[in-house]
């Protein structure tokens, strides 16, 4: 899937999810793990779980990585998601 694919629609769906975060958000995730879509779905239940708004401009970077609301994350561990910049 190309870096210019919307992802946000996904992320938004798992910002909108019953709250969850970590090993919980992997088991409620309803996409193929390490989809573009899973990892789009974890960073929208984890945008929500740390308290920040809603997604916007959800794209894939290189590796496990996403760019959302301005900032770069690390979904090499999915349960752990790291804000990278």
Not at 7 to 34: N, V
Not at 55 to 81: E, T
């Amino acid at each position: 899937m190309s870096s210019s694919v919307d992802l946000t629609p996904f992320a938004q769906d798992g910002f909108s999810a019953e709250r969850c975060e970590g090993d919980e958000a992997l088991a409620e995730c309803p996409y193929m793990e390490s989809s573009p879509a899973a990892m789009a779905w974890l960073v929208g239940a984890w945008l929500r779980s740390t308290g920040q708004p809603a997604p916007r401009a959800v794209r894939m970077s290189r590796g496990y990585k996403v760019h959302a609301n301005g900032m770069l994350l690390s979904l090499a561990d999915p349960a752990a998601i790291a804000r990278i910049n």
